[in-house]
């Protein structure tokens, strides 16, 4: 559907993700003039400040895909502005100033905390906050991390393999072991991350632990010389070593308390051993009540994020509620954010990629669950007339924001800044350069 009177609907998409990005896309090419809030200074999300440093191509290209969206006209980029109940704007005050439609796909933010002892120590952290400061997300960036020399990775998907990643390649520890609470059947990343750290494996310590799993997977119908395939289909292709760290695997082990040592520091982790039992048509991880204790001085949780509680929309499970009978249905699934205290929808308020569903895909299931909300919203938006004065509209949000007294970074600071990166790069004689921190990034962008 094509808006009458283009230009004259007004959305808010709030985060410039992959999600946000493609959405914004899809609602300006339909004639809707779409205002793009996004928290940090650079578009992109987790395409930006996720996927792992060194794959220079792909980021390109995708930063490459950005900027064509940012130059449509009809979408007015804003980054550095944080909307939520404790940001620079709210949910309820860009309703109360007249946007139509409020898309929201600020990804999943939040943390999943499990409620251990011991999580507050000295060298216990989540993915995320570690995956941002690598890849030089202020103020992640400039924090400072304990890592020790021996780390355990809690989960088995393609986050744990880009810490390991980084554990093994580019900070050179002693040992790296995925803990994982189910067995090597269940693991959820792929051959292609694994080939970064596959020579690193441990292969004895890896037949020894699938051995040691066997009589368990054996009585839920799996082999486990499947998973050792799998895992050894990775070695043709992988990385040549550059350190001497040992990575390995201990299945059928959920954690349950990490232990403290001197000064609040991390001196192991305990788990408690699981066994397989099929249920609902999966097989899932049964905890058995005898525990043990891994020798490890650092944890680190890679088991997928939640959205930020705090935000202003109310949460079930790791992502925002939607409507569970939506009037704006796209490939059957509901894209209206839900407030089930009141038993009814929000009113005007949609959500899309990470926040309608946490951790879930790739950068291409972003972009599409981002135009499926697009969808979802113009469908909407075929029932009402477009604004009198958009452009009232337009300026209260500016005024709002200049209050902040923020620099508000607008598209042509960014292409200021790519270039500012690119002759940095290029003086350095580097692949790639980037700020990490809001200070270098706003004098580049011509900021006093
Ligand atoms: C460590 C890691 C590595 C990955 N590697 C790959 C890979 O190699 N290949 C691949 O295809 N996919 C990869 N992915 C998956 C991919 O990054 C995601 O599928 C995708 O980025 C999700 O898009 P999104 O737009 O929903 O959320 P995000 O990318 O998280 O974007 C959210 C945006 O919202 C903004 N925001 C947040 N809060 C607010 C707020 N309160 N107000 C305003 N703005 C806000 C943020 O600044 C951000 O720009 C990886 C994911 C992770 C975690
Ligand atoms: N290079 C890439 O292409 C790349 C890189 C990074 C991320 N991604 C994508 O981003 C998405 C998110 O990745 P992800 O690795 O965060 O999520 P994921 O693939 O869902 O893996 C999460 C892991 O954490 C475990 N886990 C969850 N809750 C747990 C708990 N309470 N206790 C113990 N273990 C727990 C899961 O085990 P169970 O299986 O038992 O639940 C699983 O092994 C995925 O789609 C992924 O492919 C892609």
Redesign the pocket.
Known sequence: MTVDNPGNHLVVV???????LYASKQLANHGVRVTL????VK?????EY???HD?FK?KDGLRRQFRQILELPGIDYYGN????QK?DISLPALRAMGFQALLV?????GTKWLGLPGENLVGVYH??DL?YHYNLLPPYSQQEFHIGRRVALIGAG??ML?IAHWLVRDLKVDQVVAVVRRGPNEVKFTKKELESVARNLDLADLDAELERVRPVADAVGQAVYEARDFMLSALPKALEPNSATRFRFDFLASPRRILGGEQGVVRGLEVEDTTLICADGEVQAKRLGTTRVIDVDTVIFCIGDKV?ES?GLPVRWNAFVKHAEPRFPVDGLSYEAFDPDMGRPVDRIFV????REA?S??????RK??ENGAEAVLDYLAGLPGLIEPQRVLDNLQDHLQRTGKPLVRQEHLWRLEEAERLEAARRDVESFKFGDNAAMFAAMGFA
Do not use: E
Request: hydrophobic share 45%.
């Open positions: 709030i985060g410039a993700g992959p999600a946000g809030l996004n928290r940090d578009p992109g999300g987790l395409a996720g996927i792992y794959k792909m502005v944080v909307v939520g940001g796909t600020v990804g999943a933010q993915a995320k995956v393609n986050v880009d930020d935000f899309a990629g990470w926040s951790s895909g790739l950068v291409g299931v972003a669950d981002g």
